[in-house]
């Protein structure tokens, strides 16, 4: 039986998860397995996420580790995958085209950063994904991770100089102001 005030909440947030989620997967059809593998999660601890000093940091872990599992399951799959003879078919009805492919290339670079300053500054990737990829202000990422207005500016400060140090951009300047 699902809790009413459990479905409030996630219909309240379902559209800032769907955008962490797409902003990591960079597909909407994976995206909304993954969110709703976090919702299943949430809703089974759902009485800890309502206890918890702040719900949207613990529903947000949830979302983060659904998506790593995610991640995960398909690497699985991957290996165990055997072709079948005969044509191919897609499950979506428009497959991606090669315009689509090399609309994507810009981001390879931006990506392999990103994952550098993972590796190295967890939060700081976490907060330049929040606020560049996802669209959040400061406060909605203090609230997702747990931490102060001010410590997601310097922590999205931080990164950006760290990305920029990443794939070896040149300071532009502040220009004509």
């Not at 709703?36 to 918890?52: L, T, V």
């Not at 997601?152 to 300047?173: E, P, R, S, W, Y």
Request: net charge positive; glycine share 6%.
């Amino acid at each position: 039986m699902l809790d009413r005030e459990f479905a409030d909440f996630f219909t309240q947030h379902k559209s800032g998860f769907m955008r962490i989620a797409a902003v990591r997967l960079r597909n909407m059809h994976d995206a909304d397995e993954a969110l709703m593998d976090a919702a299943i999660q949430m809703h089974r601890k759902w009485p800890r996420i309502k206890a918890h000093a702040n719900p949207m940091a613990l529903a947000f872990k949830i979302l983060n580790s659904a998506v790593t599992d995610f991640y995960r399951r398909r690497a699985r799959r991957t290996g165990r995958e055997v072709p079948v003879p005969g044509p191919a078919y897609t499950a979506y009805a428009d497959a991606p085209t090669v315009d689509d492919i090399l609309a994507l290339r810009g981001y390879d670079g931006l990506d392999r950063a990103l994952a550098s300053l993972g590796e190295r500054a967890p939060t700081q990737a976490e907060c330049v994904r929040l606020r560049y990829l996802a669209d959040m202000d400061f406060d909605e990422i203090g609230k997702y991770l747990n931490i102060t207005k001010g410590a997601a500016k310097t922590n999205i400060h931080l990164g950006l100089k760290k990305l920029q140090a990443f794939m070896d951009v040149t300071d532009l300047g502040k220009g004509d102001s």
